[in-house]
């Protein structure tokens, strides 16, 4: 902020009166404002009096003193709207005006946002300002719609009118004032939220804001609602879906007052009594993906919830639902500690426990209101039919183990780690369902069993018309791993009969060789008989004769000549 250095006239009338001064060289003349104290980081206020030169400088130092006042005041105040900033769209396309209401805010860093007037703004030049904060087009998606406060000059003489002088005057005084800004910010761009209802989409965005806080600590804006936004164009304006306000767990807050709002609208849109037959999930009847963790829903959602049997006017499709009666006066305080904890998913099948409690008024509650149970006949059919389920898996599960593993022994099933076959199937549902209400009712005083415990005994409930019983089918041949090792052992036993063929067929080739030898030795013999050498062919000629031959012997006379 730009200031200029002056003297007041008295002062200057003042100086000018008095005689001259005698400045002596070794006392120095000092004026003392005040006595300095040594308190480091303290914030100081100016010492002012009439007369008192005012420079930049002291100027600075006085607005730093009440900054350093105020800081730890907007410290400790969490971001939000204070009170105030009502919005409202009026007009459409390019004819649309936003309108803010006077009101209090504080940013994420400690900013203080402070709007005394109404601040009406067309929506082009919204759009126009966005673009200029983005440094950017502005696409199409969800945007938070914001307010800020900015330092800006209001009296810039940088545009000089014609035939003047073009450069600024060092004197001339410049105004710069706080103001409030509105903006955009994007929350989303996903196609799947842009397809989506309005309360559906604001509904999603809430349930996001509890993860992902909205206030930038940079800019120190601070949301006022929802908008969506196609070609440049709002197309619908939610006030509070992004409406965060300064306090505690403020977007479940917010999360809670868009699900009111809801309902609310939701309440008026069916003013005729629902179909007695349920069609619908709760989220499909409702609009919403999300619920808070706590707060309101329309009564209309249950039906007779004093007969023996209340029922919903919904499809508890992977939600548990339990009902329970608590004072009237004590709603307000549960509905406080249980909102921090989140939301309610409706969509994605989390088994998420509800709990509906019925207002009743503090002189009419009992704690004995709900102590007769119902017997919960469906859940007995469930019974019957996970255990048919069960028995199923049992079954299927038992012969692939047949399939596997059938014909091995016990050391055999140890060496490869296989899984021991479980003998007993699954219990009948009808035996173990009558042995916990024994053992339950054992438990009790044997004067007079409760409900549901009594009606039980006296009348089983049958198994439903669709339960079947499921065959145990016997073990059909042999197992893959025992048919392995069978062809394993055949074989060894095949590689053990061509060990052997194969040593008599050594031993006959060395027989052969032996032969050999011997008939090159005849040979060789022979040859030598014939009158030739070795290898000339004589011996085997002769060897070859032998087998026409016959040797008849000579007869020794007693005088041979």
């Known amino acids: 902020m730009a200031t200029t250095s002056f003297l007041p006239p008295g ?17 120095p003349p000092s004026i003392r404002l005040h006595e300095p104290e040594r308190r480091a980081g303290d914030p100081r206020r100016l010492n002012l009096f009439a007369g008192r030169a005012l420079g930049e400088r002291e100027f600075e130092r006085l607005q730093a003193y009440v900054d350093d006042r105020i800081a730890p005041l907007l410290a400790s105040l969490a971001p939000g709207i204070v009170e105030g900033l009502a919005t409202a769209f009026s007009g459409s396309g390019a004819d649309t005006r936003v309108r803010v209401q006077p009101g209090l805010a504080v940013g994420a860093a400690g900013q203080l946002i402070r709007l005394f007037h109404p601040l009406d703004q067309a929506w082009t030049d ?21 307010i800020r406060s900015a330092v800006e000059p209001i009296d810039d003489r940088a545009a000089q009118e014609p035939c003047t002088r073009t450069e600024a005057d060092p004197l001339a005084e410049r105004r710069i004032e706080t103001v409030s800004l509105l903006g955009l910010q994007r929350v989303s761009g996903s196609p799947r939220l842009m397809a989506m209802p309005q309360a559906r989409a604001a509904n999603r965005i809430g349930v996001r804001l509890l993860r992902e806080a909205p206030f930038r600590a940079d800019s120190g804006a601070v949301p ?28 479940a807050h917010t999360l809670l007052a868009h699900t009111v709002a809801a309902l609310e609208a939701w309440q008026r849109a069916h003013a005729a009594p629902l179909p007695d037959v349920p069609t619908q999930t709760l989220a499909e009847l409702l609009g919403l993906d999300y619920l808070p963790a706590a707060g309101p829903l329309p009564a209309a959602l249950l039906r007779d919830p004093a007969a023996r049997a209340p029922s919903l006017a919904f499809l508890p499709a992977d939600l548990q639902v339990e009902l329970a009666p608590v004072p009237a006066g004590t709603i307000e305080g549960v509905v406080t500690d249980e909102l921090p904890r989140g939301s ?34 469906r859940l007995e059919d469930e019974l019957f039919r996970r255990a048919e389920t069960a028995t199923r898996a049992y079954e299927a599960w ?32 009808g035996h173990y369902r009558n042995k916990l209400v024994s053992d339950r009712a054992g438990s009790l005083p044997p004067e007079e069993l409760p409900e549901p415990y ?49 040593r008599l067929l050594e031993e ?16 060789v013999s022979f040859s030598a008989l014939a009158g030739g050498v070795a290898g000339d062919g004589l011996g085997a000629q002769l060897v070859r004769w032998t087998t026409t031959a016959r040797f008849t012997p000579v007869v020794r006379t007693e005088n041979p000549k």
């Open 224 to 251: 006022l609602g929802l908008v969506k936004i196609v070609d440049r164009l709002p197309v619908w304006f939610d006030p509070l879906a992004g409406r965060l306000l300064a306090g505690p767990d403020a977007a």
């Open 344 to 377: 309610v998913d409706l969509i994605h099948g989390l088994g998420e426990r509800i709990r509906l409690l019925l207002a009743i008024p503090d002189l009419d509650y009992r704690r004995d209101l709900f102590d007769l149970p119902q017997r919960d006949t």
């Open 508 to 523: 006959v080739n060395d027989f052969l060789g032996l032969q050999r030898q011997q008939l090159d030795a005849l040979t």
């Open 398 to 429: 038992k012969q692939q183990w047949y399939a596997l593993f059938h014909g091995l022994s016990a050391a055999q099933l140890k060496a490869l780690r296989a899984p021991g076959l479980i003998a007993s199937p699954p219990p009948d549902p």
């Open 454 to 502: 009594a009606s039980h005994l006296a009348e089983p409930h049958p198994a439903p018309e669709d339960y079947g019983s499921v065959a145990s089918a016997a073990p059909d041949g042999d197992g893959l791993l025992f048919q392995r090792e069978k062809l394993r052992d055949d074989i060894r036993h095949l590689e053990a009969a061509l060990d052997q063929s194969f």
């Open 11 to 27: 002062l200057l009338a003042a100086l000018a009166s008095r005689p001259a001064l005698t400045l002596l060289p070794r006392v």
């Open 126 to 146: 919204l759009a126009a300002q966005a673009e200029r904060d983005q440094d950017s087009p502005l696409r199409d998606g969800l945007f938070l719609l914001t």
